[in-house]
């Protein structure tokens, strides 16, 4: 495998981890805040990125190519409302699109096919990731300062995230 190719993709695979740990960081927010619905929907937001990176690892892997495993950021200890949660959340998801759309043009550039077949999938679950996230902004957005609005939500998603 192409060298830049390959280190693209081990820093993917930092960034999902970071997501997960960004999301979990977003769970016990609003665990804090007895929002117990909000706090499971991050939590499995969480896994998925935990299966994301271990994709890509074992990616790597399959290709010969070796896995370097990098410094996972902080993520912020405190947030706003969960409506600014939620933006953040979308903001995160556009800028992993990105850097998808961005290791896959390298790929195309590099001649690299079977990296950009694989790379598909993601592109495909970052449609669905963004579209979810502004699902959230959308329905919070609605919910306003409205804190039984909030509670009704809360236990929406709850429903949701357990249903899987
Ligand atoms: Fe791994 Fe939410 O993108």
């Known amino acids: 495998m192409n060298d830049s190719v390959r280190s693209a993709i081990n820093d993917q695979i930092n960034r999902e981890f970071y997501a997960a740990y960004l999301y979990l960081a977003m769970a016990a927010h609003f665990d804090e805040e007895a929002l117990a619905g909000f706090s499971g929907w991050m939590k499995l937001q969480a896994q998925e990125e935990l299966g994301h990176a271990m994709r890509l690892?074992?990616?790597?892997l399959e290709r010969g190519a070796r896995v370097e495993l990098q410094t996972i950021e902080a993520p912020p200890v405190k947030f706003g409302s969960p409506l600014s949660i939620a933006e953040q959340a979308l903001e995160h998801e556009r800028q992993v699109t990105k850097s998808i759309n961005s290791i896959y043009a390298l790929a195309n550039?590099?001649?690299?096919?079977?990296?950009?077949?694989?790379?598909?999938?993601?592109?495909?679950?970052?449609?669905?990731?963004?579209?979810?996230?502004?699902?959230?902004?959308?329905?919070l957005r609605m919910a306003g300062d409205n804190r039984a609005a909030l509670l009704i939500l809360d236990r929406e998603v709850a429903s949701r995230s357990s249903a899987g």
């Open 109 to 139: 550039k590099e001649g690299d096919y079977a990296t950009q077949v694989q790379l598909q999938w993601f592109v495909t679950e970052q449609v669905e990731e963004e579209h979810t996230a502004e699902g959230m902004v959308e329905r």
């Open 57 to 60: 690892y074992g990616y790597l």
